[in-house]
């Protein structure tokens, strides 16, 4: 069975302020890892996906992932973070056979 | 190209009755997805469509929830009688099938939010 640990329920940080989300995941077999984004009042967004290759992972608005297989890992990071970066931020991992598991989100506050 | 719709966007109902909200997938897409997020809970998989063919739906709670897509386009997921337990907010997602390769995108809709009073 899978499953995934979002460490975090919020995290309030300055705006341009550097932010880390943390995410650990649990899984038998192999998995892609995903990182999601909702902003309110809107749908969840993909933000940036692990497969294979490189162990760091380039998403949308800046934001950026490191995947670690001994530590399994996902944290997502940012150097400086904006309002609009207010969200919440979901990681999950996704079966070959599609299903995704999800954490159970953290919730981005900007302070200004 | 027009995202994934679900309407409505809110539902608000007594326990017993009945509700059906409804899924339109990314035109193309053969695979569709239901999740939901009770509050306080993460988001957990319900089921998964390939074209009309319910492919796994061993995340239905109970058989009080009827999915269907017939036709192999929109979906519809009823709730029949409903309880107060299946507050929540139903995603539904869409992907392409892409054969041999895998962590293919999943599109999400805005949700519906349902509230069973």
């Known amino acids: 069975a899978q499953s995934v640990t979002q460490l975090d329920s919020q995290v309030p940080v300055f705006e341009e302020a550097p932010v880390e989300l943390r995410c650990n995941y649990s899984s038998s077999v192999s998995v892609y890892l995903f990182w999601y984004v909702q902003y309110p009042n809107q749908g969840l967004q993909l933000l940036l996906k692990y497969l294979s290759g490189s162990t760091l992972v380039k998403g949308i608005n800046g934001f950026e992932a490191e995947f670690n297989k001994s530590q399994t890992s996902f944290h997502l990071r940012k150097p400086s973070v904006h309002i609009s970066d207010t969200a919440e931020y979901f990681c999950?991992?996704?079966?070959?056979?599609?299903?995704?598991?999800f954490g159970k989100g953290t919730r981005l506050h900007i302070l200004p | 190209e027009a995202g994934v719709t679900q309407f409505p966007s809110h539902s608000v109902i007594e326990k017993g009755q009945t509700v059906t909200l409804r899924c339109d997938p990314i035109s193309g897409h053969d695979n569709l997805y239901w999740y939901r997020r009770v509050m306080g809970k993460e988001i957990k998989f319900l089921l998964h469509f390939v074209k009309e063919s319910k492919q796994d739906e061993s995340g239905m709670p109970n058989n009080r929830f009827l999915a269907e897509r017939t036709g192999g386009t929109y979906s519809t997921l009823k709730v029949q009688p409903a309880e107060l337990e299946d507050s929540g907010v139903y995603f539904c997602?869409?992907?392409?099938?892409?054969?041999?390769?895998?962590?293919?995108?999943?599109?999400f809709g805005p949700g519906t939010r349902l509230t069973v009073t």
């Open positions: 999950a991992v996704q079966r070959r056979d599609d299903k995704i598991i």
């Open positions: 997602a869409s992907s392409q099938v892409r054969p041999g390769q895998g962590g293919y995108e999943q599109y």
